[in-house]
């Protein structure tokens, strides 16, 4: 587990562009775990399935072939990864990813992922997916920033709409509240007003192996 960092919090504080970025600088795999339920969620819509009710997903999810390669959401072979950032996906995926028979089928998943070393992101990376990660990161943001990106995202200019997306991502958050936990034994780094960058040398520099080693990794 040692060139695994977990990385967890709410949506829109950049979880997947920093874990992104720092899996690059790390030479190790992103695995974003939100994505994982987001395809499951797109299967269990498919299959038509009552989408609360926590068996009949599992059964869904447990036979389909969810795989993640260069950045892409490949759901039974098929590349998702445009479907899955759909809204209707979008205003599902909670309720699917809150089932605990999902989840069972998942994290071991998403675990195995990270076999080689990994950057792993989502809501209960640190304490669910890899509690042994020897490095735990929570991102924090403004609210309203958190909206600002998601709006800048999805071309959004209008103040209205950007308000809704706030109230949006307020309901998300109470809607993943079972499984968004913060590690007791992570950093916390506000995003903020922080570029991905600054956000990517921030964690560097308070990994347990600390920046030197990731120097090393990169000139080897």
Do not use: N
Request: charged letters at 25%; glycine letters at 10%.
């Amino acid at each position: 587990m040692r060139d695994v960092v977990a990385i967890d919090g709410p949506g829109g504080v950049g979880k997947s562009t920093v874990a992104a970025a720092l899996a690059d600088r790390l030479g190790v795999a992103h695995v974003d775990t939100g994505a994982y339920y987001r395809a499951a969620t797109l299967a269990c819509l498919r299959a038509g399935v009552p989408l609360g009710e926590g068996p009949a997903c599992a059964r869904v999810v447990e036979q389909a072939h969810i795989d993640r390669r260069g950045g892409r959401t490949f759901l039974d072979g098929a590349d998702v990864e445009h479907a899955i950032r759909g809204p209707e996906v979008t205003e599902h995926v909670s309720q699917v990813a809150g089932h605990p028979q999902v989840r069972r089928l998942l994290v071991p998943r998403q675990r195995a992922a990270t076999a080689h070393g990994g950057v792993v992101e989502g809501r209960d990376a640190g304490t669910a997916v890899v509690p042994d990660a020897p490095a735990k990161v929570w991102l924090s943001a403004d609210p309203r920033e958190r909206a600002a990106r998601r709006a800048r995202q999805l071309g959004i200019t209008d103040p209205a709409e950007i308000d809704a997306l706030t109230a949006d991502l307020a309901r998300r958050d109470t809607a993943d509240a079972r499984q968004m936990e913060r590690a007791h034994d992570a950093i916390v780094v506000d995003t903020s007003e922080r570029t991905v960058t600054q956000v990517v040398e921030a964690i560097v520099e308070r990994l347990p192996t600390g920046p030197d080693h990731v120097r090393m990794r990169e000139g080897s």
